[in-house]
């Protein structure tokens, strides 16, 4: 009879002592967050991890109204999901409407590192999940 690949695999790790304690698990319930007041007026939650230390992390912002994010870039790529609402984004050093796109509930963007881009809500806000490798930092692109 002969050992199915799996057997031989797990028996070969057992056999280093190489088999890792996975991380506990961590859960967010909707409104369980703990939001805190930003200085654009939106408000951050951090739900995984710690953005200012090195290792994977998620955040969530609720923006409201007519909010806008400068032209920015982060050091790290930066991965967006547009929980609730609708948010407008554009790439580039300033900010032209006519060539942002909106991005309404469940669409994802993934911005490569130092990739300039603006975002903006018009008459509703909206909620979104930011996602990426710490430490998380952002550039401001200053305009002329």
């Known amino acids: 009879m002969r050992a199915s690949p799996f ?3 797990a028996l070969l ?3 280093s002592g190489a088999i890792a ?3 506990s698990v ?3 319930s909707s409104g369980q967050e703990a939001w805190k ?3 654009d007026k939106s408000s951050m939650a951090v739900v995984y991890g710690d953005p200012s230390k090195a290792g994977f992390y998620v955040i969530r912002l609720k923006v409201p109204a007519n909010w806008v994010a400068p032209p920015h870039y982060h050091p790290g790529r930066e991965n967006v999901t547009i929980l609730s609402g609708t ?3 554009g790439v580039g050093n300033t900010i032209d409407k006519s060539k942002a796109t909106a991005f309404g509930a469940g669409s994802f963007a993934s911005i490569p590192a130092k990739t300039p881009h603006y975002a903006y809500t018009t008459s509703s806000g909206a909620e979104i999940q930011l996602d990426g490798i710490g430490p ?3 550039v401001p ?3 002329k």
């Open 136 to 138: 998380f930092g952002e």
């Open 26 to 28: 961590t859960t967010v």
């Open 141 to 143: 692109i200053k305009q």
């Open 87 to 89: 948010v407008y984004f």
């Open 7 to 9: 057997v031989f695999f």
């Open 21 to 23: 304690i996975a991380d």
């Open 13 to 15: 790790i057992a056999a």
């Open 37 to 39: 007041a930003q200085p």
